[in-house]
């Protein structure tokens, strides 16, 4: 039988991987390139020499259209017109073009979105071929910032979570097969959308990427370390919250201990922190899993965001003991006292902190725990089992 033709649709490049995005789409790659021919047609400025010699090991063709040049409409208008219509997927013509070219000369078995807010291209094509939306979020995420939010801004949250759940759940109920992150995030879509098949496959977890047992590091004593997009709102606030709320309280009883903040493009208010006593600003490193094996314990207080956060998936392997919040934990398999320990309000996060800074077997247990869900639990071969059954299942080959 002739393998499935399976076009995915990307607002960027799926590789080299630069945050979260670029990791779940290369791990839905692997799979999909393995059971079927895949076409990628991303917006991107042009093909790198790193992302075409990974494409050709997989077999994966890749063509890119030029991101358009800002449109002349008015930004007023734009947001006006996604208030009245409640709809925040993206257009632009020429894109649609493009991706229209490449749907008609591919005739692919399949589409996969990369992300929904490409929905809005693939309208007319859902009575000619399965189409297939990555969900790696919900509007939870924005409804969160509009619940933590003060003043004016929390007016514009509201209004950015209002199109953001009202996009979601008129669109959500076209599709036929919808992939999320998580148990969590199925059962919400569940709810939003019964008529749906409802995948959720995690973010995989490469088994050449474990790392194998390095004497060569020294474990820095009483450091305490953060990484993510530090642009990113969640990531931001989880930074200064910690910062500003838990790290005093922890400094009070492990005076030596120290805050290192590690992540590309970091904002203002996280630069601000810099000449804070014992807070590091370290921004982007080349090596990131040498900063994460640096550190005594990995701490994540997150308040804000959705879906899983797949900044832990960079920490699962390295066997680190890690703290986190209800938020920071969703969707996971993470249970406290058995592979993390989950604190939400800050005199209990900082507790937590103090007590693995003080107790050596206990980071250890941790984070042999945390290890085995990259070996078990969110091993790639498991997502690739899960994509080549879906795969089979819409285009019944």
Known sequence: MNRPKVLMLSPDLPFPIRAGGQMRAASLCLPLAGCCDLHIACIAAGIPTATRNWA??????????????????????????????????????????????????????????????????????????????????????ARRLFVHSRGLKKVKEWITWWIASGSERRHARLLHDLVCVSELDAQYFRSIAPQCRIWPIPIGIQGKTLPPPDDTYREESWTMIMTGDLSYEPNIDAARYFAERIFPRVREEVPEAVFRVVGRNPSQPILALKGTAGIEVVGFVPDLAKEIRRCTIYVLPMRLGSGIRSKLFDVFPLGKAIVTTSVGAEGLELKHGENCLIADGEADFARCCIQLLNDGAQRVKLGIEARRLATDVYHQGKIDAAVRELVATVTGR
């Open 56 to 141: 050709n090991n997989l077999g994966i063709i890749i063509e890119h259209f030029p991101a358009p040049a800002s449109d002349a409409t008015p930004a007023w208008y734009r947001h006006a017109r996604s208030i009245v219509t409640r709809n925040n997927l993206r257009y632009d013509r020429r894109e649609q073009i493009f991706f229209n070219t490449v749907f008609c000369r591919i005739k692919p078995d399949m589409v996969w979105l990369e992300t929904p807010y490409l929905l809005r291209y693939v309208l007319a094509w859902l009575d000619k071929t399965p189409v297939v939306v990555d969900y790696w979020g919900t509007s939870e995420g």
